[in-house]
């Protein structure tokens, strides 16, 4: 079975660093690329960022561009993001999701929840 | 960035009935969409991909249609699990992007 799960979340201040991380199982984890997804408290879904195979290619939200890094371990089966300097609109469940090839995300994890509040 | 746009925001159906949700793209995106469902709490569910791909284990009530600018999500005889949030996504260029949602309601 195909499983993501999502762990490092949790409270913290305006311009402070946190380091989300996502343990796949249930499949191969260093042939797909996988995304990052959060969604603010009653507000709809946003794209954050993805990375390819092999960490061949980064993309990022403009929203988190400079501040957010995402990154893999596929020796562990594991995709990472670091986020600094965050700020109060940062507050949201991030989820992580697979790729599959030329189809949109067909798994997704269920999500940590990010508050930056002083 | 390519803007998505859904329509209605809120619709309420009842039972049985046919239901479709539009997206509209700020530019040509191909067949590169995807529609996702979402119910309180949870991840949000695969549904259709290429725009009008059924994704394995999605009821065959759901269809989809489209290319280009102009693409529709069909629910061809609602039933009382399909409540919740329905989202568009494109995944032609980066930045990929989201529809803002279609709140579904059964009357």
């Known amino acids: 079975e195909v499983q993501l799960v999502e762990s490092g979340g949790g409270l913290v201040k305006p311009g402070g660093s946190l380091r989300l991380s996502c343990a796949g199982s249930g499949f191969t984890f260093s042939t797909y690329s996988i995304n990052w997804v959060r969604q603010a408290p009653g507000k709809g879904l946003e794209w954050v960022a993805s990375?390819?195979?092999?960490?061949?290619?980064?993309y990022y939200a403009d929203s988190v561009k400079g501040r957010f890094t995402i990154s893999r371990d596929d020796a562990k089966n594991s995709l990472f993001l670091q986020m600094s300097s965050l700020r109060a609109d940062d507050t949201a469940v991030y989820y992580c999701?697979?790729?599959?090839?030329?189809?949109?995300?067909?798994?997704w994890g269920r999500g940590t929840l990010v508050t930056v509040s002083s | 960035d390519i803007q998505l746009t859904q329509s209605p925001s809120t619709l309420s159906a009842s039972v049985g009935d046919r239901v479709t949700i539009t997206c509209r793209a700020s530019q040509s995106i191909s067949s590169w969409l995807a529609w996702y469902q979402q119910k309180p709490g949870k991840a949000p569910n695969l549904l259709i991909y290429r725009a009008s791909i059924l994704q394995s284990g999605v009821p065959s009530r759901f269809s989809g249609s489209g290319s280009g600018t102009e693409f529709s999500l069909t629910i061809g005889s609602l039933q009382p699990g399909d409540f919740g949030t329905y989202y568009c996504q494109q995944y032609y260029v980066y930045s990929w992007t989201f529809g803002q949602g279609t709140r579904v309601q059964i009357k």
């Open positions: 999701a697979r790729v599959q090839s030329l189809a949109g995300l067909d798994y």
């Open positions: 990375i390819s195979t092999s960490s061949s290619y980064v």
